[in-house]
């Protein structure tokens, strides 16, 4: 089912003709609906509307409550659920012409990530970001917490995309620039390495260029051992003295620890407090490998983590960060190293990786908190976003529930989770304006977009020597 006109796009924008109006111009009154809430007490609405205004979501009830509505425009939405939409607390939106780099084993020179860094430009980080946006789109992912680094040219490409987009998309620009010769397996290859002076200067440019309300830029330290502790403290204080949100890598890999007790003589959390940075500001990528001494730490000092369940979430202590009130999130990460960026498969691993340690935890209703409220919360977005409130943000997905998948319905949130398809997803709205319309973006050529990072693919891949590790490590024959 189409929504019809309702695109919320500017006029400028492609689409049917005729079908656009500029967002925010008039109410939307969605009925008929199955609401999951995710208010304070977890409403699910059996029979009922999400009415839109603007940007925001007006009011939410009960058909039966609804009354006198007057002239509002109102489109049936039977047989579907309306819900937030779902955000994606830790990804690379930049790197998606590199999909798949995890399969680059064994790559020659100092590592395929550094190539990969090498050969990114402002084409492939525009295309490349572009894509990765609309496959979350149209999975129903409407926030995106992106952590990227490179050229000004390749973070402007970024900065484009996300804003053509339409997908709230905060971009966490990171640092690295270890360059410590006792720890020489750390070192960061002078030619991708940051110095904090144009770490800072990238910040000030990024944040400049930025136009839409929807794209932020914060500073983000790529890793705890990768990153100098002037490189660490001075992003820190950047966000510090902007008043934005700080991240990083850390936990994700055992090796990483074994790292920081050799450097540094503590453990990964424990060195994060000494300098300071461990504090509700910081958002983890990973924690996978913090032992429950530092799952406390984390809890006591209020930052928040993101899990990445499907590329290392089997050692992660999901179910104890929880019972310490930590705040946590889900996360796809970037397609190197989780190809795909479907969030409902992330959210189904987050559970059922948990049961390998604990049998029979975690429910659909868990993984629906991870998906959306409690993703908001990790990313200190939970006063606008991740639950369909009055006075919120109108970012909101509606899925068909007429699909084999999602059959029988008496157990929807059930199927959402452990039978979803993500092609059920079929309308995103972001802040009031809908940026999918029965599964179509309203501006981006999604065939053309594919084609183009394929092609720029095939040529810095080659470039960099990627392309011909990829084909001749494989036990099959190209011909
Ligand atoms: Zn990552």
Not at 121 to 126: F, H, L, N, S, V
Not at 311 to 335: A, H, Q, Y
Not at 430 to 459: P, T, Y
Request: charged share 20%; hydrophobic share 40%; proline share 3%.
């Amino acid at each position: 089912m189409a929504l019809g006109p309702n695109t919320g796009e500017s006029a400028t924008a492609k689409g049917s003709p005729g079908a656009v109006v500029a967002a925010g111009t008039k109410d939307l009154l969605l009925t008929d609906a199955f609401v999951i809430t995710m208010n304070p007490t977890r409403d699910v609405i059996t029979n009922g509307y999400v009415w839109i205004r603007g940007d925001s979501i007006h009011k939410v009830g009960t058909m039966a409550s609804l009354g006198e509505t007057g002239g509002v425009e109102r489109r049936s939405m039977g047989d579907h659920v309306i819900m937030p939409g779902l955000i994606n607390t830790h990804n690379h939106i930049s790197s998606f012409g590199l999909r798949a780099m995890q399969d680059w084993r064994g790559f020659p020179g100092d590592s395929a990530m550094y190539a990969g860094l090498r050969v990114l430009d402002g084409e492939g980080g525009y295309l490349g970001s572009a894509v990765g946006l609309l496959e979350q789109l149209q999975g129903g992912i409407t926030t995106c917490k992106a952590l990227e680094a490179g050229s000004d040219e390749l973070m402007l490409g970024c900065v484009r995309a996300s804003e053509e987009s339409g997908a709230r998309v905060a971009i966490a620009r990171y640092g690295m620039d270890a360059a410590d010769n006792a720890a020489p397996n750390l070192i960061v290859p002078e030619d991708v390495r940051d110095t904090v002076d144009g770490a800072i200067q990238s910040l000030d440019f990024l944040r400049s260029k930025v136009t839409s309300p929807l794209v932020t830029v914060s500073p983000d330290a790529f890793s705890v051992m990768r990153v100098s502790k002037e490189m660490m403290l001075a992003l820190h204080e950047y966000a510090v003295k902007h008043n934005l949100r700080f991240g990083m890598h850390a936990g994700a890999t055992e090796n990483e620890q074994k790292e920081c007790l050799a450097k540094n003589g503590i453990r990964i959390v424990p060195y994060l407090d000494s300098l300071g940075v461990l504090n509700p500001r910081l958002l983890i990528g990973h924690g996978s490998w913090f032992d429950l001494d530092e799952c406390t730490l984390v809890a006591k000092r209020g930052a928040a983590i993101s899990h990445c369940s499907v590329n290392n979430g089997g050692r992660s202590l999901v179910k104890e960060w929880l019972e310490l009130g930590i705040k946590v999130g889900i996360g796809t990460d970037g397609p190197t190293s989780n190809n795909s960026q479907d969030l409902w498969e992330v959210a189904k691993f987050a559970i059922y990786n948990q049961r390998i340690r604990h049998r029979g935890w975690g429910s659909s209703e868990t993984a629906l908190e991870l998906l959306t409220i409690r993703g908001a919360e990790a990313i200190g977005m939970a006063d606008r976003i991740g639950s369909l409130e009055a006075g919120k943000a109108a970012d909101l997905i509606c899925i068909d529930t007429i699909r084999p998948t999602l059959s029988p319905t008496t157990s929807l949130l059930s199927n959402l989770i452990k039978a979803h398809d993500r092609s059920a997803v079929r309308h995103v709205m972001v802040n009031g304006a809908m940026v999918i319309n029965d599964g179509q973006h309203r501006s981006f050529d999604s065939r053309k977009l594919c084609r183009d990072l394929s092609k720029w693919a095939e040529r810095a891949q080659t470039k960099s020597g990627l392309l011909q590790h990829y084909k001749s490590s494989s036990p099959f024959r190209y011909i």
